[in-house]
């Protein structure tokens, strides 16, 4: 983390104006993968019978419903992070272990496909040119960054995480939840706060997200060009 701090500090010095263009970037980016992440389950949960997260305003655009202080520093910083867990009542599903993993699902499927499309639209940019694409390219990296690794960081089975939830559901079907107490749950969590925190889990997840990036970029590259 500090070493990221003393790189953009580097590259303010450096060149302030691109710098400060790149931060506003990665803070719209950054907005927009996670709060439709967490609309994703809202808006899932509603069409499953849930109205709860609607009740509570989760299916807001507003960043303040959505956003965890710590989870946001470790996205811009580290790259992967997380926003606070929607509300959900599951006595209120149709189907509780069916629309449990639709629910759990939804947040990663939205990452994707906002991963997808804008991998598409920067490997269409190669066949315009200018000033202006330039930027469209940077913000549009930025924003397929952002969103795969959110797809690839939740799919980890660690509470409160989305992995958690489908393996609890597919493989266990819910009785994780019953089965650890509320205090082991807090410890798996801070554990799992102060492993993200140190950093030790970002190269692995950057030749994740790396290898999954360059094969749909090739991809689409194929297909186009």
């Known amino acids: 983390m500090f070493r990221n701090l003393s790189a ?18 990665m803070m719209v980016a950054l907005l927009m993968s996670l709060i439709l992440h967490e609309i994703g389950h809202g808006y899932v949960a509603l069409k499953c019978g849930d109205p709860t997260a609607k009740w509570m305003g989760r299916l807001s655009l507003d960043p303040r419903r959505h956003l965890d202080p710590i989870g946001t520093v470790c996205m811009f910083l580290l790259g992967i992070g997380w926003a606070k867990p929607v ?24 990452n994707l496909m906002l991963f997808l499309l804008s991998t598409f639209l920067y490997v269409l940019s190669f066949k315009a040119s200018g000033t ?13 960054t952002y969103n795969i690794s959110l797809a690839v960081f939740n799919l ?26 509320p205090q082991t749950m807090q410890i798996i969590h801070f554990t799992f706060l102060f492993v993200c925190l140190s950093g030790v889990l970002s190269s692995t997840f950057s030749r994740i997200c790396s290898f999954c990036m360059n094969g749909v970029a090739g991809l689409f590259f194929r297909m186009l060009y």
């Open 156 to 181: 980890v089975p660690v509470p409160p995480l989305d992995g958690y939830r489908l393996v609890n559901q597919i493989f266990f079907r819910g009785s994780l939840d019953r089965q650890m107490s």
């Open 8 to 25: 953009w500090l580097y590259s303010f010095r450096a060149n302030p104006l691109d710098t400060l263009i790149e931060i506003a970037m």
């Open 87 to 110: 509300p959900i009542n599951p006595n209120n599903f149709r189907n509780r272990h069916r629309d449990m993993i639709l629910v759990s699902i939804a947040g990663i499927c939205v």
């Open 132 to 144: 202006v694409i330039s930027y469209v390219q940077q913000f549009l990296v930025i924003l397929l």
